[in-house]
T-cell receptor, first 113, second 116 residues
Framework: GDSVTQMEGPVTLSEEACLTINCTYTATGYPSLFWYVQYPGEGLQLLLKATKADDKGSNKGFEATYRKETTSFHLEKGSVQVSDSAVYFCALSPYSSASKIIFGSGTRLSIRP | NAGVTQTPKFRVLKTGQSMTLLCAQDMNHEYMYWYRQDPGMGLRLIHYSVGEGTTAKGEVPDGYNVSRLKKQNFLLGLESAAPSQTSVYFC???????????????FGDGTRLSIL
């Protein structure tokens, strides 16, 4: 079945470091791909999305490119801030079931001042 | 601009007790979902609804029931709570997909439930 695999955390970085959180997926057809972010004590918020191959989603300095050939959607940011500390979830919406989203297990990111 | 509102935010139950979690959305969304979030397991779909009066099972439906009597509300019930149901529960909603897969879900802030 469809699934999402993302790198396990926690990930700890210093402020202004580069960030990559790996995400790969298994799905039939052409799913839509998402990154959600969860700040402490809050629900998930959409960070960015991409709906077809080679699309690049971007928001708040974060980027991710939909790579069909490698079935990947890695999250990147060139210079992280303390305020980026949160849990990040990679997710996909299957082509065959538009009403559902399948989430990865989440990656906790901590940024040191 | 409330979005998705969940009540209560915290609750402690004893094994065998029952309770209902309420989710309300003011965005006129057709689809609503209930998830549970457990450490290291991401979010798992319990039940979902694609419209008023309809519900469907998700990945982990056992021990839970749901109702969608009004479009804006989606209730999650625990008939006889068990310690394994200790978790954080999230409600989400999204607009009618219209056959598309690119509509994100909007989440509430969660309900932290402990079963003793």
């Amino acid at each position: 079945g469809d699934s999402v695999t993302q790198m396990e955390g926690p990930v700890t970085l210093s402020e202004e470091a580069c960030l990559t959180i790996n995400c790969t997926y298994t799905a039939t057809g052409y799913p839509s791909l998402f990154w959600y972010v969860q700040y402490p004590g809050e629900g998930l918020q959409l960070l960015l999305k991409a709906t077809k191959a080679d699309d690049k989603g971007s928001n708040k300095g974060f980027e991710a490119t939909y790579r069909k050939e490698t079935t990947s959607f890695h999250l990147e940011k060139g210079s992280v801030q303390v305020s980026d500390s949160a849990v990040y979830f990679c997710a996909l919406s299957p082509y065959s079931s538009a009403s559902k989203i399948i989430f990865g297990s989440g990656t906790r990111l901590s940024i040191r001042p | 601009n409330a979005g998705v509102t969940q009540t209560p935010k915290f609750r402690v139950l004893k094994t065998g007790q029952s309770m209902t979690l309420l989710c309300a959305q003011d965005m006129n969304h057709e689809y609503m979902y209930w998830y549970r979030q457990d450490p290291g397991m991401g979010l798992r779909l319990i039940h979902y609804s694609v419209g008023e009066g309809t519900t469907a099972k998700g990945e982990v439906p056992d021990g839970y029931n749901v109702s969608r009597l009004k479009k804006q509300n989606f209730l999650l019930g625990l008939e006889s709570a068990a310690p394994s149901q200790t978790s954080v529960y999230f409600c989400a909603s999204s607009p009618n997909q219209g056959g598309k897969t690119n509509q994100p879900q909007h989440f509430g802030d969660g309900t932290r439930l402990s079963i003793l």
